[in-house]
């Protein structure tokens, strides 16, 4: 290492979090039983950056996510523990969905509906995370920061496929008929973060947007997915610890998802980062800061707190008496027509714990590591609003589900185009909030200073595009 004086101190520390017992998995709503079985083990890591001035917390959780409320109460817990506290403390996850929760869990099934989560598992999960920040602070070590930024567009499309009249089709699989849709754009950059020093590479920390969804049918076997390969492959290349963040992944999936495409899509991403050695340029200077914005939005439909549970327990006793009756057909409009009735109430009540008097205050969480800025998203974020980021400041980096796990981020125009990830219960906000966010972080002094051509005029269509964009 050339210079003498050396510019970061860096800790990190991981936990592993697997559950040793039967405990219900989070991502799909259709799940009827608890694990039978780990494929992949979960892990937390905590990531602790310093300038000498200022040090920051970066925790990679192997989760689906975890809600705002309950972060602010992990927020309290670890600023009491280490005196660091929000906003320099970043709770990332990775959107498996292959683990338990650390907050009440949707299932489809009328005889679940919400399921608490598992108090042996939250508190585990409480006290690796203060093992690990604790380990993370202990012995700092002294490195200089290399970055690169390399594509990997190969192994993700875009899911909101467009059929000929310009409406949405959700394509959970990659379609057999491809050619009769248009492909909206994914942004499959992986962003590195590597910490070096005389003795080799001591940290990586690794931004990377694809849905957590791979590995075959088992939806009862727990996995913290690709990012367990992606880990293991270049911790056994470069000796030293692994942390990955979710990039815009909420409408970017893997192309292939069922038998090995687990393993191949992690090590396919460890090996676009090796070969890309050649590409890091090492930090000019050393400088953590933080920062965040909030913003107060309502939610996209009301809820009545006081009705919700029993509209909802109705629903329910309507839809198990029609199951269990002489008439009953699965395919049949009044079977149809009544889960679909339950599915809602279960919703609303769901939205009315989280959102008692339909509004909230959205934070945007900005870490300033050198001259790359994490902007920490709540959200399952779609890819255009990370790649107007981008296009605006090249040093960003959007980590989704961090902070927060409040539902699907698409742009207004969307919700008239369709899809899954467009609708009034997959967004928990009212429509415009991901324009009016994407505004705020844009227009945000912690990202203007980092850019001297940076426009205002957010509004002007892409030659590419004649309609959608922000409105």
């Known amino acids: 290492m050339k210079s003498k004086t050396p510019e970061f101190q860096i800790g990190k520390a991981f936990r592993e979090i697997t559950p040793a017992y039967p405990v219900w998995l989070y991502g799909y709503s259709a799940r009827n039983r608890k694990s039978e079985d780990v494929s992949e083990p979960l892990y937390i890591g905590c990531l602790s950056i310093s300038d000498r001035t200022r040090t920051v917390l970066i925790f990679t959780c192997d989760l ?17 523990q280490t005196g660091i506290g929000f906003p320099d403390v970043l709770i990332a996850c990775s959107h498996t969905h292959f683990a338990p929760g650390l907050h009440q869990g949707v299932l489809s099934s009328p005889e679940l509906g919400i399921v608490e989560p598992d108090e042996t598992f939250v508190e585990d999960f409480k006290i690796k995370m203060l093992e690990a920040a604790r380990e993370s602070l202990r012995r700092p070590l002294p490195v200089q920061l290399k970055t690169t930024r390399v594509l990997a567009p190969q192994a993700v499309f875009n899911r909101r496929t467009l059929k000929a009249d310009g409406n949405v089709q959700t394509n959970f699989l990659f ?89 191949l899509l992690g090590n396919l991403l460890a090996n676009s980062i090796i070969l890309a050695e050649r590409t890091y340029t090492s930090e000019k200077f050393a400088e953590v800061k933080s920062d ?23 629903a329910k006793t309507r839809l198990i008496t029609l199951q269990n009756s002489a008439e009953f057909e699965q395919n049949s409009d009044a079977y149809t027509a009544e889960a679909t009735d339950f599915s809602h109430k279960l919703i609303a009540l769901k939205r009315s714990r989280l959102y008692p008097d339909n509004s909230y205050s959205i934070k945007i969480q900005f870490i300033q590591i050198g001259k790359t800025i994490l902007v920490g998203y709540p959200f399952e974020v779609l890819s255009e609003i990370s790649l107007k980021m981008k296009e605006h400041y090249p040093n960003s980096v959007l980590v989704s589900c961090s902070g927060g796990y409040q539902g699907y981020l698409p742009l207004k125009y969307e919700y008239d185009r369709g899809g899954y990830e467009a609708t009034i219960w997959s967004t928990h906000f009212e429509r415009g909030v991901g324009d009016r966010l994407l505004h705020a972080v844009l227009g945000n002094p912690f990202l203007k200073r980092q850019s001297s051509d940076f426009s205002t005029d957010l509004l002007t269509e892409s030659p590419e595009r004649k309609t959608g964009g922000i409105q």
């Open 64 to 80: 689906l996510g975890i809600e705002s409320h309950i972060c602010e109460t992990l927020y309290e817990m670890i600023e009491e």
């Open 175 to 263: 379609p057999e008929d491809a050619d009769n849709y248009t492909f909206s754009k994914t942004d499959h950059q992986i962003t590195v973060l590597r910490f070096v020093d005389d003795a080799g590479t001591q940290a990586m920390l690794i931004n990377f947007g694809c849905h957590p969804v791979t590995g075959g049918n088992n939806h009862y076997a727990i996995s913290s997915d690709y990012q367990y390969y992606l880990r293991n492959y270049l911790t056994e290349r470069y000796k030293c610890p692994v942390f990955f963040t979710l990039g815009a992944a909420g409408d970017t999936v893997p192309i292939n998802r069922y038998g090995d495409s687990r393993k």
């Open 292 to 314: 965040f914005l909030t913003l107060p939005v309502r939610t996209i439909f009301d809820t009545e707190s006081h009705t919700a549970r029993t509209d909802f327990e109705r």
